[in-house]
């Protein structure tokens, strides 16, 4: 199968990063990157796309055969659109349609961690499943579901765990209650720590390295955390019977402080469910562009 060079895009809430990726659709590695603060408004973050684009092509020694562009939200991969973002400026956005006139080459519009799963799926720590939720933990927490061997979008909805009501009460900025991302995301693991001890810390990694030490009040927080993830881990044992959880973002970096807990924590739980196994996931931060650019090199195939 012919070898194809793409620009992969990964819109994060605070950075915009890109990279130059070539590969298959089986296998793509980064060649080039390039990042931008992301703007807080549209046709600013529009014109840094395009700056990282034409970067990345203008560095090239091949011509650019496509662009992937994920990012998070209610996405609508099938028709290339941005349904809906809390922290993002857009509603509604045909990204796929504006940035193949801006760009002048295919562009494939994803959702970040649909993609980041993609990845995993193909080349990472899930490519021998065909049953399984890969599950970034970061500012936030959502799943890729793969299903029967594809990955299922639900039309932009599906794979929201983050949101799932666990029952310990904190409210979400999403209107809910008991959401399993209020206690258990990265960023909520450190805004409760310090709330905790009015000692502020440099994210959930300096949290971790507190509860490695044995301190009482970060590992308080830590395992509220694990406690969410495991039973928002059970919902999907319940509902989806998933072989594997993959686990990735910031978080996952913890290792076996975080795995171990939770595998004692679900063991604790499960009932009839089929005991998911629990893994590391295997791409790290390149997952997101990585999926983006399989997403690219997909529709160049089509």
């Not at 045909?94 to 990845?119: C, K, N, Q, W, Y």
């Not at 983050?162 to 979400?172: M, R």
């Amino acid at each position: 199968m012919a070898r194809r060079h793409v620009v992969a895009v990964d819109i994060g809430g605070t950075e915009t990063k890109a990279a130059l990726v070539s590969g298959t659709p089986e296998f793509v590695a980064a060649e080039k990157h390039a990042r931008r603060a992301t703007p807080g408004e549209l046709e600013p973050l529009l014109a840094v796309i395009s700056e990282l684009v034409d970067e990345l092509r203008t560095a090239s020694e091949h011509e650019v055969d496509a662009v992937g562009i994920v990012a998070p939200g209610i996405v609508d991969e099938a028709n290339g659109v941005g349904v809906y973002t809390t922290n993002l400026p857009w509603s509604q956005f045909p990204f796929s349609t504006v940035m193949t006139e801006r760009l002048g080459i295919p562009v494939a519009f994803g959702h970040d961690v649909r993609a980041a799963g993609l990845a995993e799926c193909r080349m990472g720590a899930a490519r021998d499943l065909r049953n399984a939720v890969i599950m970034p933990i970061g500012t936030g927490i959502a799943g890729a579901l793969l299903l029967d061997g594809k990955i299922y979008s639900g039309e932009g909805y599906a794979g929201e765990i983050g949101h799932v009501n666990v029952g310990h009460g904190v409210p979400c900025a999403c209107g809910q209650i008991g959401c399993v991302e209020t206690v258990a995301s990265s960023a909520a693991i450190a805004r409760r720590y310090t709330a905790r001890t009015g000692t502020p810390v440099n994210g959930a990694a300096e949290v971790a390295r507190r509860v490695a030490d044995g301190e009482p009040d970060a590992v308080a927080v830590w395992h509220e955390a694990v406690d969410a993830l495991a039973r928002g881990i059970l919902v999907l044992a319940t509902l989806l019977g998933p072989e594997a959880v993959v686990l990735g973002g910031g978080l996952a970096l913890a290792g076996d402080l975080l795995v171990e807990p939770l595998r004692e924590r679900l063991d604790g739980l499960i009932a009839f469910q089929r005991r998911p196994e629990l893994r590391l996931a295997a791409l790290g931060d390149e997952a997101g562009f990585l999926g983006a650019a399989l997403l690219a090199i997909d529709t160049l195939e089509a």
